[in-house]
């Protein structure tokens, strides 16, 4: 990328590394690329009811070289892959990429030939945002599962050893970086709840329990 | 004159938008409950002993407009039972990479296996953790369930479970158990909710 990729390991890389990172994920701009229903959502998201604003994104840049965070919303079309890898190239290092709604992560129900199955068969995509479309509160969890990436990313290629070397040790989280869901990871206790559930392997299962507790119409009572 | 008057008004309309009511949701934080009939990620149900209701019909898999669905039957035996009758579902995987929610596999399901849950926070950093195994979409084992495989314990043949499940439907998360529902009254307990 630049200057950190000369960086020296060691503590000072740590404490720049969580630095670099606190301060590439708290305001991440988005470059907008809404292709279809699903920026419609998008842009919901911006607005003040969901207000992405909260994390220092309701700007959208139009302009690629000042966005780090593209969000591919809706699908793309084989005539559309190559303007998208032409506006993710112009895109100024660090960027990452958010593919939002099922026919941005997989074509979704359009297995056709007009439709690039996947826009991960143009750029690198960090994180995949199934729904159709999505709701704003899915966009904003997907966003906050990126950042957590974001804050945990090596830093120059001392700081890619280091991370494979903690590999190695089995030094890992128990819970993977953006796969908790953000409702649980915001709240202590449910946090908790989740990492043990990870342990046991039954986490999909948690969520159902949870949600059953929370409708009360499910426990064979009143009308809610 | 007029001018310095004029930008007081503008500040006082944005200062008075300090003491509005706060329309922002706080999501992450404290999520608003969605509505009671959203389209979220699915559960496969169990019946009141904890055998699963999936029989492997495909029905699921032929209704779905975007082939969301894969689903592999397989034969129960006496020794192996993983639901009532001859049938069942030995692999049972959606793709939330294609699924659009939309809700014709919940209707098309004979046996009310597959329900519909309101959670929707499914966003994945790679394509093969979007694909939900049986593993994944089995609803959890409620008190008084027990992990398949195990003989019928609720008659002596899948008739006991389907005759009578329009009155006794079963305690997984299946939406027959609202109140408002024409079949499902009655829990597993027997009392009338």
């Known amino acids: 990328m630049g200057i950190e990729e000369k960086l020296p390991a060691g503590v000072l890389l740590t404490s720049v590394e969580k630095l670099v990172n606190w301060s590439r994920k708290s305001s991440v701009w988005g470059a907008t690329f809404g292709l279809a229903c699903c920026a419609i959502e998008m842009m919901a998201a911006g607005g003040p009811h969901y207000d992405m604003g909260r994390w220092g994104m309701e700007v959208f840049r139009a302009s690629p070289r000042q966005a780090d965070l593209m969000i591919v919303a809706g699908r793309v079309s084989q005539k559309m892959a190559p303007v998208l890898r032409q506006i993710y190239d112009q895109m100024a290092e660090p960027r990452w990429v958010l593919s939002m709604g099922v026919c941005a992560s997989s074509g979704g129900m359009f297995n056709n030939y007009a439709i690039v199955q996947g826009v991960d068969h143009v750029v690198p995509v960090d994180m995949y945002l199934p729904g159709c479309p999505p709701r704003p509160e899915m966009l904003i969890d997907a966003i906050l599962k990126l950042r957590e990436k974001i804050n945990h990313e090596p830093l120059g290629p001392n700081g890619r050893r280091m991370l494979e070397q903690r590999k190695e040790r089995g030094d890992v989280p128990v819970v993977p970086y953006g796969s908790m869901p953000s409702s649980y990871r915001n709240d202590k206790a449910r946090r908790a709840e989740w990492t043990q559930a990870v342990r046991e392997g039954r986490e999909e299962q948690l969520r159902i329990e949870n949600w059953m507790k929370q409708e009360r119409h499910l426990q064979g009572g009143g009308r809610w | ?193």
């Open chain 2, 1 to 193: 004159m007029g001018a310095i008057t004029g930008t007081f008004k503008g500040f006082g309309v944005t200062f008075s938008h300090m003491f509005r009511k706060i329309v922002t949701t706080d999501y992450p934080f404290e999520p608003a409950p969605a509505a009671p009939r959203y389209h979220g990620r699915h559960i496969l149900n169990r019946h009141p002993d904890g055998l699963e209701k999936c029989i492997g019909c495909e029905l699921c898999a032929w209704a779905c407009p975007a082939d969301a669905i894969y689903v592999e039957g397989g034969d129960n035996t006496d020794e192996q039972r993983f639901s009532p009758g001859e049938r069942y579902a030995s692999i049972y995987q959606i793709n939330y990479a294609r699924c659009i929610f939309c809700g014709l596999c919940i209707e098309a399901c004979p046996t009310r296996s597959l329900t519909m849950s309101n959670e929707y926070e499914l966003a994945r950093d790679n394509r093969q953790d979007l694909i939900f195994t049986k593993e994944q979409l089995l609803a959890p084992l409620l008190p008084g369930m027990e992990q398949p495989p195990h003989p019928m314990r609720l008659g002596e043949t899948e008739k006991d479970y389907y005759v009578g499940a329009l009155t006794n439907p079963g305690t997984s998360a299946g939406a027959e158990r609202a109140p408002w529902s024409e079949t499902g009254t009655k829990d597993a307990t027997g009392e009338a909710s």
